[in-house]
């Protein structure tokens, strides 16, 4: 046991790793925004909703199917993909001639129907899921007490973040994504499916929403409102780092995360609103955001 | 956003000024005889809410700028309103002052750092910023925290008028609230209002032209903030109670959904977009959280089929401008 800056070094790692853990989510929702504002220019409002989605799904995958966690890890993002898929085909491709606002104001509505329901199913409070078997227990590293789920966590969201930006930056696939953000019609002229490409790549970001979704179950309590009280925190991520880049969503995720752990434990009071703050702070220095392009 | 092509522009301005006296008129006699026929509480809490949309769709409907975080200004005016009639004792035109001041001074600093960026960020910003200061209610002493302000006492009018009789209140809240529409009705006739909508339209001509928009779209959210200040402010004392929905993310929601179902860019949508949702709202508050699933289908089947809203169909179709 030892001391810095006069706090236990037991509090100040704990609460790095509590920062790691948020900022593994924010990083993998900042992520599906990204890449969903790059093809659609449509800020997914509902992505939160989609998140607390994913965790349901989890959650009645076990009670109705008898499949525990790591199935439903596979399962719960496709069939949540699915529903953003239809959701993309019934809804949002009707508004992309139309301002962004539209689809903004869209999506808030079916985020304001996916947690009415999910509430008037579930109950305002949560619902326990539990930690799978082979990942209970932990580790002691010396200096810190280390949960085998949350290193899991954090390892999964990092690899399924690099995985991501290894496909949109460095493979053929992505190569066709990033050319149908820049000229959607000079790719069509070369043959390329650009409407088929924007609905997989709506089913693909609300499929990374629920996949967080699935992973925060065990952590957090399975509830309806879960989703729009982290949305709006990602909400301010996104203005800081900017839409412009993949990796830069993926650093300004963990980064805050941390940021906001480490205030956890210097300054609890504040750590509620830390992320605004630096938001606000950001804007004022670089208001084109940290990773941002301007314009 | 889209806008309502003016189906004025071949028709003779008299025409135009006359179909909206008329709506106003109409407008004025309803309320003036409604709380006959209905609860006079409910009425006050329309009214206020009617100026709160009214406000924000200064702000979307004719500079083009979509706050997601209006509830910041409205909210934090009711509870300022509120501690200032309670605690410090103020008469209620100086609490209501002192709640509108609040907001002005919010809508400052809120609004000079969303202008920084365009489009989505802003909304994006307004939300966020707007979650913060919800954060402060829900942390700070005076706020009474989950309880809120309670028992806020009306008092005596300059001291003089008792408020606690429901019809007195109620003609000071109607006159309230035609002074902030017809401000607002002024605003958007106005030179500078001409220069919003031409930011609005085409914000780099506007630049081209050498208008300093950064001001203007300044100016335009300090007054939006402002008079959904003297919204918030106003409910708190008619209703005696400042508490978290007024800031919490929700009702920056409704705000946008009582605009939307009202019509955009229309002068009345917002008030009769804000009697309409207070109605269902209170028609419906048995059936619990489907209010809400209810509510998000309104916004997908506005967005998607029903963008002018009822006033702007109305308008679209009997070729008038409300």
Redesign the interface.
Known sequence: MFEIFGIPSQALFGQLLIGLINGSFYALLSLGLAVI?GMLNI?NFSHGAQYMMGAFAAYLILQYAGLGYWPALIIAPILVGITGIIIERA?LQ??YK?????G???T??????????A??YFGSAGLPYTVPESLQGGRNLGFMFLPNYRAWVIAASLTVCIGTWFVIERTRLGAYLRAATENPTLVRAFGINVPRMITLTYGFGVALAAFAGVMAAPIYNVSPQMG?ELI??V??V??IGGMGSILGAIVTGFGLGVVEGLTKVFFP?AS??VI??I??IV??VR??GLFGRRG | MERVVDPLTKKSSAWRVQSETIAFVVMVAALAIAPFFTYPLFLMQAMCFALFACAFNLLIGYVGLLSFGHALYFGWASYLSAHAAKVWGFTPELAILTGTATAAICGLIAGSLAIRRQGIYFAMITLALAQMMFFFALQAKFTGGEDGIQGVPRGHLFGLIDLRNEMTMYAVVLIIFLAGFMFIYRIIHSPFGEVLKAIRENEARAISLGYKTDRYKLAAFVLSATLAGVGGATKAIVLQLASLTDVNWPMSGEVVLMTLVGGLSTIFGPVVGAFVILVMQFKLAPIGEWVLVIQGAIFVACVLLFRRGIVGELANKLRIRL
Not at chain 1, 98 to 102: G, S, T
């Open positions: 504002f800020i809804f009707w508004l139309l301002d962004h606002l539209y903004l104001l869209l808030f509505g079916l985020a304001l129907i996916l947690e009415g329901v509430r008037n729009s709006i925190v909400f301010a996104v203005v009071e509620n609103t605004f703050v938001m606000a804007l004022l208001p084109a």
